[in-house]
């Protein structure tokens, strides 16, 4: 017997032995919430034989207790798994296998795989919940998932692609899968693996319009993560200062959002909440890096504050002047300003994207900055990154024809940028979220204060 059988049986042994537990009124290992299902403990692998331990393509790792999402409640991820299936069912799907970071965190509420070459996916049947990962992970996966996780070995290059044949069991009949996230040769490798009554059907647009809305817990959050921004931003201004590098600026700001995720949230996991700090000849495009550039007096700063929560992406966006602007400046900044203003105010109920966007293009038109400007004035948030996630419908552009409703949640965040050598060169954006409520009204969440009667530092 390979030690993958062997590993299996030891699993299902304990399992069963865990169940009788249960049934008897003992916690087994891995509670973590009354409610949640757990798993028995399991072996890691059953030999030390160097050809069974080759032969091993899955296995179980459930290394410590379950432990909370950190964001949401048991009834909020629940409540996702539940539309997911009633979408699967009128869709006449038999499961769905995601493999992008957006769609695996919203439907488990919380686990943010790291992929580092490695592909990573959540099966949904009618009865199952697995995330699938790679064992140089260890227990994390299994215990950021809500219900069970299978773990793939390395030792033998498609073992990913046999972990999900294993899982998907004697389920036949359409899999839904995003095409706009699984590439044409895994796509094809997942095809020669599964079983001929197993054909792919793309469930990336309907799952991003589940996405589109945000659910009160959800909302919150953002409001959370839009705060956090702002903390990140009075950070970089206190480091402001003549002479300081880039760099340091943006140190000082994700270090003091870190602080604050961490005071919201004790049981999240930390990570990738960045800065960008650009100033000078920097500022000329949105994204980008951060720079050793010094600070001068005179210059144009852009300061992004992004901080990410298990996912759950916010940004306040500034343009900031160092002790003084020029005239060239300031007639482009308060044209950008002018426009962000009204932009705000269009962001209401029955609004449709592509008049948002065509009203502001006017609008630059009639300063003479149309021809500077760089991106869509907004789009929706949620879970996306620097790196993930991208809600396409819901953006403030003229080729999106989405109208906004209620629980939808957008930025708007218009910006031009002036080539150098031109009088008031540089990159000019700021950046609100905003909250379309149930009731219809729209809340700014964003605090820190915008344009040049607050943002002209003097140091």
């Known amino acids: ?34 409610g949640w299902p757990v798993c028995a403990p399991g072996s890691r692998r059953a030999s030390n034989d160097v050809t069974s331990f080759r032969e091993t393509k899955t296995l179980r ?67 199952k919940h697995v995330t699938i990962s790679a064992l140089v992970d260890g ?31 004697e389920v036949r009949g359409p899999l839904g899968v995003e095409y706009d996230h699984l590439t044409l040769h895994a796509s094809r ?19 991003m319009k589940m996405r589109m809305i945000k659910s009160h817990e959800e909302i919150a959050v953002i409001k959370n993560c839009a705060a956090t921004s702002d903390v990140g931003g009075w950070a970089c201004a206190a480091a402001l200062g003549e002479g300081v590098p880039e760099y340091e600026i943006a140190l000082a700001g994700t ?62 966006e500034r343009t900031w002047f160092l002790d003084h602007c020029s005239d060239a400046h300031l007639k482009v900044w308060e044209a950008n300003v002018a426009v962000h203003k009204r932009g705000i105010e269009l962001i209401r109920p029955g609004a449709k994207c592509s008049e948002i966007a065509q009203e502001l293009n006017e609008m630059f038109a ?11 004035y907004g789009h929706s948030f949620g879970i996306l990154s620097h790196y993930y996630g991208r809600e396409a419908d819901l953006e403030l552009r003229e080729d999106i ?3 906004l ?20 060169a540089g990159g000019y954006r700021e950046h609100d979220i905003l909250v379309i409520n149930d009731d219809g009204t729209v809340d700014d969440i964003t605090g820190f204060p915008f344009g040049p009667e607050h943002n002209i530092f003097k140091k």
């Open 1 to 34: 017997m390979s030690s993958w059988a062997v590993g299996r049986s030891v699993w299902a042994a304990g399992r069963s032995l865990w169940a009788a537990k249960q049934s008897a009124g003992t916690k087994g290992p891995g509670v973590w919430a009354a």
């Open 139 to 169: 227990g994390q996966p299994w215990r950021r998932s809500p219900h069970d996780n299978i773990v793939y070995t390395d030792w033998q290059r498609e073992n990913y692609f046999r972990a999900v044949v294993e899982e998907l069991g």
């Open 401 to 403: 024809d989405t109208v």
């Open 405 to 424: 409703e209620p629980g939808m949640v957008v930025s708007m965040e218009p910006m031009v940028t002036i080539p150098e050598g031109e009088p008031g």
């Open 255 to 316: 270090r003091a959002m870190i602080n604050n995720i961490a005071k919201l949230y004790p049981d999240s996991e930390l990570m990738d909440t960045w800065v960008w700090f650009q100033s000078g000849i920097n500022t000329d495009g949105a994204h980008n890096p951060v720079t050793t550039r010094k600070i001068q007096k005179g210059d144009i700063l852009s300061v992004s504050c992004l901080p990410l929560l298990q996912g759950y992406y916010s940004s306040l």
């Open 366 to 376: 009639q300063f003479g900055l149309l021809k500077y400007r760089m991106f869509g």
């Open 61 to 127: 790792m459930y290394n410590g207790q379950k432990v909370s999402p950190g964001l949401f409640s048991q009834k909020e991820v629940e409540g996702r798994i539940t539309r997911l299936r009633q979408h699967m069912e009128g869709e006449g799907l038999a499961a769905c296998l995601f493999t992008s970071i957006h769609n695996i965190t919203y439907y488990t509420g919380g686990f943010v795989y790291c992929a580092f070459g490695r592909p990573y996916g959540l099966l949904v049947t009618p009865e």
């Open 189 to 207: 490798t997942l095809q020669h693996h599964l079983p001929h009554s197993n054909k792919l059907v793309d469930v990336s647009n309907g799952t």
